[in-house]
């Protein structure tokens, strides 16, 4: 009897990473990593930009979505499991993050955004800036926060 083997992986499959494209988007899964989030961000711009969109407009969704994983790597420590989900539409493009911590949700620092003493706290007021009126939706595995940017 002959040997049935597997389909081999996407190429975009690693141990920890696992792209899936869609018509409008993608989803990906990975753990949090240096070298997820480079390849994370590419993914990010060149379906922003596959789509349409101007390049001022995916550099903002790659800079949201970064600003999302990092958040998620601080709270839930390297490599943690996160969901990257990219949506683009001829008017807009949601970047939508799932972290596995259910009960901490984002808070602003005290500091000011302009403070050159502060190493970290930005994030929060460049989602407010790029994607005004993101949400955050308490899910059974975790969280999801959604930011939708305009594409004009």
Request: overall charge neutral; hydrophobic content about 40%.
């Amino acid at each position: 009897m002959p040997e049935v083997l597997a389909p081999a992986p996407p190429e975009t499959a690693a141990r920890g990473f696992y792209f899936s494209p869609r018509p409008d988007g993608f989803v990906l899964h990975m753990y949090a990593s240096a070298e997820h989030l480079v390849a994370m961000r590419a993914f990010v711009y060149k379906a922003v930009t596959s789509a349409g969109a101007p390049e001022d407009v995916a550099d903002a969704a790659r800079l949201v979505a970064s600003e999302l994983v990092g958040n998620a790597v601080r709270l839930c420590g390297p490599h943690a499991p996160v969901v990257v989900l990219l949506t683009t539409t001829r008017h807009q493009v949601v970047v939508q993050v799932h972290d596995p911590e259910p009960t901490t949700l984002p808070t602003r620092s005290t500091e000011p955004p302009n403070n050159p003493r502060a190493a970290t706290g930005r994030g929060l007021w460049i989602l407010d800036a790029l994607a005004p009126g993101w949400t955050v939706t308490p899910t059974p595995l975790g969280k999801h926060i959604t930011c939708t940017l305009p594409t004009t």
